[in-house]
């Protein structure tokens, strides 16, 4: 069967100070992976998606990320962290032969 | 952009009733739609799913009812149980392509026992 999984599952970070999140997902090959934050009792908002290994599709402008160094690998990243990217930060993943979506546990992010 | 939204952002309902929770959708394009709980702290987990050849579609204590003449989309949950408090979210996709799910903003079912 097929898992996904996401690390850290909390993260407290400076402003200004980095970041790397990481998604991976096992019983899988080529899915396609996605990025979303949710901010605290709001939806979701997509950030990234990518249907390949190096093929990244942005959602939202802003200061973060995404990179896809493996298949089953999405990783979330930011250069300086902002006040606003505090929030809960999920992973999901689709096999390219269904439309069904399935989600990581989540990262919960708070920036100081 | 066409997006999926909800009539009611809060829903309580008394422990072993049934509850129903809308979705209204305006991308007459979309042909797959599926709702989700999110339970605090955790991740979305999937409940069901309905592709627009579908009327309805059950599955254990949920039923998926699907009007596509109005754009409407409802999730029905029978003898909620204390253990269905949780916000759900219906989303909605078009085309079998990898165009991604469109989320609405979600319910939160609260069951007073």
């Known amino acids: 069967s097929q898992t996904i999984h996401q690390w850290p599952a909390t993260l407290v970070q400076p402003v200004g100070s980095p970041l790397s999140l990481e998604c991976t997902v096992e019983?899988?090959?080529?899915?396609?992976l996605y990025w979303y934050r949710q901010a605290a009792g709001r939806g979701l908002q997509l950030l990234f998606y990518?249907?390949?290994?190096?093929?990244i599709s942005s959602e939202v402008p802003q200061n973060l990320s995404a990179s896809r160094p493996q298949d089953r690998q999405f990783i979330l990243s930011s250069k300086k962290l902002l006040l606003s990217d505090s929030g809960f930060y999920l992973c999901?993943?689709?096999?390219?032969?269904?439309?069904?979506?399935?989600f990581g546990p989540g990262t919960r992010l708070t920036v100081l | 952009g066409e997006s999926v939204g909800l009539h009611l952002p809060t829903l309580s309902v008394q422990e072993g009733d049934n509850s129903i929770i809308n979705c209204a959708y305006s991308?007459?394009?979309?042909?797959?739609f599926i709702w989700y709980k999110q339970e605090s702290g955790k991740g979305p987990q999937f409940i069901i799913d309905?592709?627009?050849?579908?009327d309805k579609r059950q599955g254990q204590r949920v039923t998926v009812l699907l009007n596509k003449t109005v754009k409407h989309l409802s999730l029905q949950i029978a003898a909620t149980q204390p253990g269905d408090s949780a916000v759900y979210f219906c989303?909605?996709?078009?085309?079998?392509?990898?165009?991604?799910?469109?989320f609405g903003k979600g319910t939160r079912l609260s069951v007073i026992a």
């Open positions: 991308n007459s394009a979309s042909d797959y």
């Open positions: 999901a993943w689709r096999q390219t032969s269904t439309d069904t979506q399935y």
């Open positions: 019983g899988t090959s080529n899915p396609n």
């Open positions: 990518s249907v390949g290994i190096g093929q």
């Open positions: 989303a909605e996709k078009a085309n079998s392509g990898n165009t991604p799910l469109v």
């Open positions: 309905i592709r627009s050849n579908m």
